[in-house]
């Protein structure tokens, strides 16, 4: 069984930065995508960054490349979204999930792809 839990939001003011952290407990076996969602009020979440854990091969949502970075350090069992220059539309509730990877390819982009999930952290931007 695989644990996640996610830390590092915060209050912040546009164009700040907030480093957002997904421990994972219990190794998944084999290769495994780790991503992050974002939930705003009466949305579905979306997904914004996500990493795989042997080819570090990333995915990013249009409205977050170039200010957001995905990374994981695999000897902690960590990853981490590095978000610079925030603006007020990256505000909600964050949420690391992840899943074992069947078949290498695509990355998985919708929840239902997604078998584990941690409790959510709330990023919120003042403008």
Not at 14 to 21: Q, T, V
Not at 77 to 84: A, C, D, E, R
Not at 98 to 108: E, K, L, M, P, S
Request: charged letters at 20%.
């Amino acid at each position: 069984q695989v644990q996640l839990i996610d830390s590092g939001g915060g209050l912040v003011q546009a164009g700040d930065s907030l480093k957002l952290s997904c421990a994972t407990s219990g190794r998944p076996f084999g290769w495994y995508e780790t991503g992050w969602f974002r939930q705003t009020p009466g949305a579905e979440r979306q997904l914004v960054a996500a990493i795989t854990s042997r080819d570090f091969r990333t995915y990013y949502v249009d409205s977050v490349k170039g200010r957001f970075t995905i990374s994981r350090d695999n000897d902690k069992n960590t990853v981490y979204l590095q978000m610079n220059n925030l603006k007020a539309e990256d505000t909600g509730t964050y949420y690391c999930a992840g899943h074992v990877i069947r078949r290498i390819g695509d990355f998985a982009t919708t929840m239902d792809q997604f078998e584990d999930w941690g409790q959510g952290t709330q990023v919120t931007v003042s403008s």
